[in-house]
């Protein structure tokens, strides 16, 4: 399956920060065939370093999706059966407007001027591309992680545009320990002489703390087993510990590697706005409750959280679950066994597509009846 | 209780690495009467950032030790009845021969130059400072988190010299998942152009790379409930989110105040040879039973971990107990209940001071007996 990303312009969009962001680019990926009934549209929205390409084979990189595996013919989002479309997200720098993008009052890129987004902002960008691309109503909305949050967003602001959502170890709202580790790494990457501000365009970037950041990331989407179980205390290269700087050992040379790798395709401003965006999230807006937020929404839920995952652990899965139920909506509640932690929702396929299937046959087959 | 540091000199110290360091200076605060038997010494490990000044105030600085609620009159470590000494580590910054030391062949600071040292260096002076102390056997040796790996070393390296060993929040060896986030730890630190290849001394430290260092560690010092009951998702002096990259919740608050801070007392040297030290301890000597090497052991043990100690989990302190039991050696193990995370034994202190009151009792009756 060979895609492309396509891109379409929406003149303007109103943000909850008060400004407004004019043009807004939106890049996306569709993938299936909608049906007559226009009843089969599936959004999938995607993680903090995510892009639209969220399956198949890119037309030009060549490169496979970070969710093939659930995405395509015979998988749980069945592209036989389901039109499914994934966008960049509003921030980001994979083709969606973002700090890197060229402020026309300027003709140079954002940079921190970029206006402060939220995920609320977000999720009403791709309603702008749910309605340009003709579907009333989703037959469902899922991601992981702050996929996740975008899900439920868009239960709150939309409960008559999504007939179903999946939010995926995800949370309504981030603990004191998330907020912590994205501290982390907006401290590493602005205390990069080379962040500079974030006037780093054309220049050096700050590719030091954007990895020191990216290291971070990857330790808390781990699991401690799965990182024994992949690395232990195994040495790389060498039989005995160097007694020195260099890399001793395979964890950290995995880190050092995918911290460098991280550089090239996603860009540091993107990193802080995104972050931030997730941490301001709270669907509860500051209240104590989740109940009352809840009797907006109209969807079916599924909500699915993993045994492993310490960063999105599954009491907060479970504070969706009881505030759903509380307010007597359709929620379906599963949480899996993995090793792998948070990285469990993009790699531990095998279950999480047998549920995701059952539910969405049943989700189109009552929506049909 | 008024306390001064002292010091001592060495001639000279033979490490791990084959080099020689040559003089070493040792920092080291007592508390408490040696007995006439010269019975009843117990010697107190620091973990990562700690120093000599384990208990009472400091003649300088007016400033409590870091484990003053567990070592004084009346408390776990009771000077009333026993004499404890606590030194500053090899590699250390506080007093102790470390990479901010002049070497005297050139007359400047080590720096990167410091030969590299492991857990068994630091026991090794801490046993010459024993041996200058005139104490032939320590009635115990304790410490929380890098202390507890020392205190391990210390049984298996000197098992004539130690009647027990109190290893708490510890490990036999760190996880991948522990060596993961000291290696952040020490890539946030060289990759701060202020680091200057360790030569920074007299110049900038790079105080930012230590500070971010310094957060990571905070983080994974605290558990998920600790810091969601320490902080929440309260906002920092302000009523609604800044949309900007100003502070907006305590946690960033906090977070940044404590990195800060950490920059004006510690050395990031000392941090990188130290972590490296913590990586590179494994008492089993990269086998995988840690059975044998304790047949080498004649201590009784305690071996206290903490339940919210995700850091260092539980399973780590069994694993010590599991192969001491294997040995059918003398181990009590207790896992006590604690939100407080791996900072829980710092200070979580009325259950430990009960257990380790008990247990010191009993053996230095055992052994006047």
Same mark, same amino acid.
């Given at each position: ?20 962001? @004019?043009?807004? #680019? ?10 007559? *009934? &226009?009843?089969? !549209?599936?959004? $999938? ?111 709150? @602001?939309?409960? #008559? ?10 949370? *309504? &709202?981030?603990? !004191?320990?998330? $907020? ?190």
């Amino acid at each position: 399956m060979i895609v492309e990303t396509q891109r379409v312009r929406f003149d303007s969009v109103s943000l909850d920060c008060g400004a407004a962001l @004019a043009p807004v #680019d939106v890049a996306y990926e569709t993938y299936g065939q909608l049906n007559a *009934a &226009r009843s089969n !549209a599936i959004l $999938i929205v995607h993680a903090l370093t995510g892009d639209a390409h969220a399956a198949g084979v890119s037309h030009d990189a060549g490169k496979p999706g970070w969710w093939d595996s659930m995405v395509g013919p015979g998988t749980a989002f069945d592209t036989d059966k389901y039109f499914v479309i994934c966008s960049n997200v509003l921030g980001g720098c994979q083709g969606t407007t973002g700090p890197s993008s060229i402020n026309p009052a300027t003709g140079c890129p954002y940079a921190m001027s970029f206006p402060v987004i939220t995920i609320s902002d977000m999720v009403r960008v791709q309603k702008m591309l749910v309605d340009h691309l003709g579907i009333e109503r989703l037959l469902s909305v899922s991601g992981g992680s702050m996929g996740g949050m975008q899900a439920l967003q868009w239960t709150v @602001a939309y409960p #008559d545009r999504v007939v179903s959502a999946i939010p995926i170890a995800s949370t *309504a &709202r981030h603990s !004191a320990q998330q $907020i912590a580790f994205n501290e982390v790494g907006r401290q590493a990457i602005m205390s990069d002489p080379d962040w500079n501000q974030g006037d780093y365009y054309g220049k050096k970037p700050p590719a030091r703390g954007l990895a020191v950041a990216r290291m971070v990331g990857h330790i808390t989407y781990m699991s401690d087993e799965s990182m024994r179980e992949k690395f232990g205390r195994r040495l790389r290269n060498k039989d005995a510990y160097g007694f020195d700087f260099e890399i001793d050992f395979e964890v950290e040379s995995y880190l050092r590697y995918r911290g460098s790798r991280f550089v090239d395709r996603f860009d540091a401003n993107s990193y802080l706005f995104i972050t931030k965006a997730m941490d301001y999230f709270d669907l509860a807006n500051g209240t104590a409750s989740l109940g009352p937020v809840m009797e907006t929404t109209k969807a079916r839920f599924l909500v699915i959280s993993f045994t492993s995952d310490w960063l999105y652990p599954s009491y907060q899965s479970q504070e969706i679950v009881n505030a759903l139920r509380s307010r007597n909506r359709d929620v379906a509640y599963c949480e899996l066994p993995s090793n792998y932690g948070h990285d469990a929702f993009l790699v531990d396929v095998a279950e999480q597509t047998e549920i995701i299937r059952g539910f969405l046959a049943s989700t189109h087959k009552e929506k049909a009846g």
